[in-house]
C-alpha cells in the first residue's frame, strides 16, 4: 500500500511546486500602483488645466465677453434698443477634463491538469493432446501480459488586468466657485438708442420727449429700490420688537405661576375660610394675567399699526410708548402699566427707536415715489 500512495505523494508535490517562486507582490502590486501612479497624473492634468485656462497669472479668472441686443417697447410709444455685454468665465464654457480611476479588476488564474493511466492484461492460452491408454498424449501451452501506463500534464495561466477610467465633469469645489461667481456677473449696458415703434429714428423733439420719459422711469427704478430695501429694514425691526415682546410676556407667565403654586400649597390646611379666600386669589392671578396676555398680544399682532400711528408724531418719545397700551404683572399679582424697570424695557424701547426711525424712511420713500411715479405719468401725457 505504501508504495502505491508514494507515488501519488510526490505527484501532489509536483503539483504545488508549480505555485513555487511566482511574484505574486509584483503581478498584484505592480498594476495597483500603475493605477495610484495614473490617478495622480490625471489629477495634475486637471489642475493644469484649471489654472492655465481659467486663471491668468494674477489669479483673476478669465472671461469670455458675449454681447446681444435687448429691444423693449415704452409706454410713450418708443423702443428702447440697448446694447448689452455679459462676461463669463471660461470655465463655465468649456469642459474641464476631470479623468479618473474607478475600477481596477486583476484576474491571475493557474490551473494545472495532471492524469494518469494504468492497463494491464494477461493472456492464457493452452492446449492438450495424447492418446488414452495405447494412446500418444501431448499438452502444449502459453501465457502472455500486457501493461500499459500513460500520464500526461496540462499547465495554464491566465492574468488580466482590467482598468476602468471616467471623466467626473467640473469637480465640486470649481463648480461652488462658478455658482458664486455666475450669481454676482450681470449684464452691464454698452449703448442704448430710442427708436420708434418701426425701428426708426426721433425727431428732436421726440427725442428730448423720449430722453425725459426714459430719465423718469430711471428715477421710478431707483425710488423702488430704495422702498424695497426699507421696507426688509423695517420688517427685521419689527420682528425684533415682537421677539422681546414675547420674551417679556413669558416673563410674566412665570410670576403668575409661582404665585398661584405658592397660593395652592395653603389650600386645605386650615378652615374652609381660608380655602374660599385661597381659591379667591388664584381667580384674581388668572384674570390678572388674562388681561396682561392680551395686551401684550394686541401689541404682537398689530405692531407695525401702533408703529406707524407713532410715526406721525414728529418727535421720538423718550420711553416705550404708552398708545402701545402694554400691562405688567407685579410681585403681588396685580396689573400694572408697563414701566422702567421691567427686565426687557430698555431692550424694547431700543428697539422702538429703532423700528420708528425704519417706518419714518419706509414713508418718505413712499412719497417720493408716488412722487417720481406723478411727474412721469404727466410727461407721458404731455402736462409737462
Given at each position: ?242 421677539k422681546l415682546a414675547a420674551a417679556q410676556l413669558n416673563v410674566y407667565r412665570e410670576t403668575a405661576g409661582r404665585l398661584s403654586e405658592e397660593m395652592r400649597e395653603l389650600e386645605g390646611q386650615d378652615t374652609d ?55 405688567a404683572l407685579d410681585q403681588w399679582g396685580s396689573v400694572v402699566p408697563y414701566g422702567d424697570g421691567e427686565i426687557y424695557y430698555g431692550e ?37
Amino acid at each position: 500500500m505504501d508504495e502505491i500512495q508514494a507515488p501519488e505523494r510526490r505527484d501532489n508535490m509536483a503539483i504545488a511546486e508549480q505555485f513555487t517562486g511566482l511574484p505574486m507582490e509584483q503581478l498584484i502590486g505592480a498594476p495597483l500602483r500603475a493605477a495610484a501612479d495614473a490617478s495622480l497624473q490625471l489629477a495634475e492634468s486637471t489642475a493644469e488645466f484649471i489654472g492655465k485656462v481659467g486663471f491668468d497669472g494674477k489669479g483673476n479668472v478669465r472671461t469670455a465677453a458675449f454681447g446681444y441686443q435687448s429691444c423693449s417697447p415704452n409706454e410713450d410709444g418708443t423702443r428702447s434698443l440697448e446694447q448689452m455685454q455679459v462676461e463669463i468665465p471660461l470655465l463655465a464654457v468649456v469642459p474641464v477634463p476631470n479623468l479618473q480611476v474607478d475600477q481596477v479588476n486583476l484576474l491571475f488564474d493557474i490551473e494545472v491538469k495532471q492524469s494518469q493511466r494504468r492497463e494491464s492484461s494477461i493472456e492464457l492460452n493452452a492446449g492438450a493432446s495424447g492418446k488414452l491408454g495405447a494412446l500418444k498424449v501431448g499438452i502444449t501451452g502459453s501465457v502472455s501480459a500486457h501493461q500499459t501506463n500513460t500520464r500526461s500534464t496540462d499547465n495554464s495561466a491566465k492574468y488580466h488586468v482590467d482598468i476602468r477610467a471616467a471623466n467626473h465633469g467640473t469637480p465640486e469645489g470649481l463648480a461652488r466657485v462658478l455658482d458664486m461667481i455666475a450669481a454676482s456677473m450681470t449684464p452691464l449696458l454698452v449703448n442704448s438708442a430710442l427708436k420708434d415703434e418701426n425701428g426708426q429714428p426721433l425727431s428732436e423733439q421726440a427725442q428730448a420727449r423720449a430722453e425725459r420719459l426714459r430719465e423718469l422711469r430711471s428715477g421710478i427704478s431707483v425710488a423702488e429700490r430704495q422702498l424695497r430695501a426699507a421696507k426688509e429694514g423695517l420688517d427685521l425691526s419689527l420682528l425684533r420688537l415682537r421677539k422681546l415682546a414675547a420674551a417679556q410676556l413669558n416673563v410674566y407667565r412665570e410670576t403668575a405661576g409661582r404665585l398661584s403654586e405658592e397660593m395652592r400649597e395653603l389650600e386645605g390646611q386650615d378652615t374652609d375660610v381660608v380655602d374660599s379666600q385661597v381659591r379667591q386669589q388664584l381667580s384674581d392671578y388668572s384674570g390678572a394675567m388674562e388681561t396682561v396676555r392680551r395686551s401684550w398680544e394686541t401689541f404682537g399682532s398689530r405692531t407695525g399699526d401702533f408703529l406707524r400711528l407713532l410715526a406721525d408724531n414728529r418727535q421720538a418719545p423718550e420711553e416705550v410708548s404708552g398708545q402701545f397700551a402694554l400691562k405688567a404683572l407685579d410681585q403681588w399679582g396685580s396689573v400694572v402699566p408697563y414701566g422702567d424697570g421691567e427686565i426687557y424695557y430698555g431692550e424694547i424701547k431700543e428697539a422702538q427707536g429703532i423700528a420708528l426711525k425704519n417706518q419714518r424712511r419706509v414713508d418718505r420713500l413712499e412719497e417720493e415715489l408716488l412722487g417720481v411715479r406723478a411727474e412721469y405719468s404727466d410727461a407721458l401725457c404731455g402736462q409737462e
